[in-house]
């Protein structure tokens, strides 16, 4: 495997069920990221991790839930979703080098999720 | 509040026919600009990194360049493969690693 990869690439849930989406980056980065992506609008910043401690939460409900083992892998888990949850949910990792430098995010293919 | 705005929203070229893109910003203080690449039911592919204004950088028929307020994506002699959305994306002093997407411009070059 190469870059970053995501499992599943599609997702359907009832807004009971409980489900985790998994990430895991293959390019020795030290942080990671999740945004959403919803039609007609950009990208939104989740959450970041830097050295699987997270350093922002931006203001996302306690119905997404991240966690990071470790430097490679991050999860969200999900559970009671809205049907507007319903989007494109993107994985992302970046090596920071220092507080002034500029860090180019790589993104994996992400997963569909559908909320019914 | 930094913000990004990209215009046009769509543009259709003919193949061969050259083009520029427009990324316009709102920044505290610039610590990088950003071009990616998506295509349908894939996530960003990250294209360029530009840091200072003056600054251009090149890749194949693409060229971005940047100012202290816009950025521009020059798309010279495209082909139907360059079709896809390209997206621009903004790093502040402030903002520590938060990158601030702009909606995008979807492209199609028709053969």
């Known amino acids: 495997e190469t870059g970053v990869t995501q499992t599943p690439r599609h997702l359907v849930m009832g807004m009971t069920n409980k489900k985790s989406l998994k990430c895991e980056q293959h390019?020795?980065?030290?942080?990671m990221y999740w945004y959403k992506q919803s039609a007609k609008k950009p990208l939104e910043l989740m959450f970041v991790?830097?050295?699987?401690?997270?350093?922002e939460n931006n203001s996302v409900p306690s119905r997404f839930s991240p966690e990071c083992p470790n430097s490679s892998h991050l999860f969200l888990h999900l559970h009671t979703l809205q049907p507007e949850d319903s989007a494109l949910y993107l994985c992302?990792?970046?090596?920071?080098?220092?507080?002034?430098?500029?860090?180019?995010?790589?993104f994996g293919p992400g997963t569909r999720l559908t909320v019914t | 509040e930094d913000q990004v705005t990209q215009s046009p929203e769509a543009l259709r070229l003919q193949e061969g026919e050259s083009s520029s893109l427009n990324c316009s910003y709102t920044?505290?203080?610039?610590?990088?600009l950003f071009w990616y690449r998506q295509d349908p039911g894939k996530g960003p592919e990250f294209l360029f990194t530009?840091?200072?204004a003056g600054e251009e950088k090149e890749k194949e028929r693409l060229k971005a360049t940047l100012t202290k307020k816009e950025s521009f994506l020059h798309i010279t002699a495209p082909k139907p493969e360059d079709s896809a959305t390209y997206l621009c994306?903004?790093?502040?002093?402030?903002?520590?690693?938060?990158?601030?997407f702009g909606q995008g411009t979807r492209l199609t070059i028709n053969p």
């Open positions: 992302a990792s970046s090596q920071v080098i220092g507080a002034g430098e500029p860090c180019e995010q790589y």
């Open positions: 390019l020795g980065h030290n942080a």
């Open positions: 991790y830097n050295f699987k401690e997270q350093t």
């Open positions: 920044v505290s203080g610039l610590r990088g």
């Open positions: 530009l840091y200072s």
């Open positions: 994306a903004v790093q502040s002093v402030q903002g520590a690693q938060k990158l601030v």
